[in-house]
């Protein structure tokens, strides 16, 4: 079972705190880029995969969704996501994504934030998540880059010049990586670039496009914190269809 590090308290709490919690999707710098790698929503099923709060399950709807259901593991932010959803047309339900299963071509958009780098195989959902698809239909999500996952100790180097970089270590040594952000043990996978993709090819799916996402010098100037994102990808974007017969 994947680790539901959402549900201890103190993680939690410090979730809350994140302008991606308090602004929703307005509050994720790289939210435009992955707007404009989305299809039209109007009348489509779609499915969010680690939804927390509901930001996405709302905008889609919002946008003429015929009906959106939202999947997270965690009670907690169902919960919160139920508080802060009126109206109708979203399911919530909690799941654990690595056992998912879905019913054959029910769905026309499958979408997830920075949620299945938690997942310990990658394989099974996208396979599960091809053969949900409609023929047509598009996978669009944003996970960790494996460029941050990858040092077993993250952190910044400086040099005597006072030059910083981020180490690359461990790149081709895949699996577990710990570290302590809000909690202590919070578990996340690191898996090669090359191992995301080749396992969305194996399942099925036709590669769109991906994006090594980073801040443009706008986004910098209105938050100066992601001029470290400036310096190496943090998080990666993909969109991915299942093939027309």
Not at 5 to 16: E, K, L, M, S, T
Not at 174 to 181: D, P
Not at 206 to 216: A, Q, R, S, T, V
Request: hydrophobic share 40%; aromatic share 10%.
């Amino acid at each position: 079972m994947t680790q539901n590090i959402y549900d201890d308290p103190a993680f939690f709490a410090g979730y809350a705190t994140l302008d991606r919690s308090i602004k929703g999707l307005d509050g994720a710098p790289e939210w435009a880029k992955v707007k404009s790698m989305l299809p039209p929503l109007a009348g489509k099923q779609v499915l969010d995969l680690g939804c927390g709060y509901g930001w996405f399950c709302r905008y889609a709807r919002d946008a003429g969704a015929e009906k959106v259901i939202g999947l997270d593991v965690s009670s907690l932010m169902l919960a919160k996501a139920h508080e802060m959803t009126d109206g109708t047309g979203i399911e919530y339900r909690q799941e654990d994504l690595s056992t998912l299963r879905l019913p054959a071509e029910s769905i026309d958009v499958a979408y997830s934030s920075l949620a299945l780098h938690y997942l310990e195989d990658i394989q099974p959902l996208f396979t599960t998540l091809n053969q949900a698809l409609v023929p047509g239909g598009k996978l669009v999500f944003t996970a960790e880059h494996p460029v941050y996952t990858a040092p077993l100790q993250q952190g910044w180097l400086q040099d005597r010049a006072g030059q910083r970089s981020w180490p690359v270590n461990h790149y081709q040594q895949e699996g577990e990586r710990i570290s302590n952000w809000f909690a202590e043990g919070v578990k996340k996978q690191h898996r090669k670039l090359a191992t995301w993709i080749n396992a969305l090819i194996e399942s099925g799916f036709i590669i769109e496009k991906l994006d090594e996402w980073g801040p443009d010098e706008e986004q910098i100037a209105r938050n100066p914190g992601l001029a470290e994102e400036a310096e190496r990808p943090m998080i990666f974007l993909l969109s991915a269809s299942k093939p027309q017969p």
